[in-house]
């Protein structure tokens, strides 16, 4: 089983910013894409962003495209979500998940191993 630790989560007012953070153990983390999802009560749960195995490779959803950058420490087996211009529609709780795959996909069908996940919620 692959451990995943969410963390960076808080309140944040609208239109400020965080970095969410996950560590993983082992070399399944480093070597496969990994994506953040996240989920509100009654909803399913939103694939955000992925990256992929190397680091190069991005995708975002439309509901944080250019407020949100996905990056990644692979010595630290560590993924980040750095995240500005929050509004109240990004509250919600942040999930980091591995791929099935190397390459970035924005398929949720294709996602494994999921952390905890981290409260985000964004208001005045």
């Known amino acids: 089983q692959v451990q995943l630790v969410e963390s960076g989560g808080g309140l944040v007012q609208p239109g400020g910013s965080l970095r969410l953070s996950c560590a993983g153990a082992?070399?399944?983390?480093?070597?496969?894409?990994m994506g953040w999802f996240r989920q509100v009560p009654g909803k399913e749960r939103e694939l955000v962003a992925t990256?992929?195995?190397?680091?190069?490779?991005?995708y975002y959803a439309d509901s944080v495209k250019g407020r949100a950058t996905i990056s990644r420490n692979k010595p630290k087996n560590t993924v980040y979500l750095e995240m500005n211009s929050l509004k109240f529609e990004d509250t919600a709780v942040y999930y980091c998940?591995?791929?099935?795959?190397?390459?970035?996909?924005?398929?949720?069908?294709?996602?494994?191993?999921w952390g905890q996940g981290t409260q985000v919620t964004v208001s005045s």
């Open positions: 990256i992929d195995w190397s680091g190069v490779l991005t």
């Open positions: 082992g070399r399944i983390v480093s070597d496969y894409a």
């Open positions: 998940s591995v791929a099935q795959r190397r390459g970035a996909t924005m398929n949720p069908a294709e996602y494994r191993y």
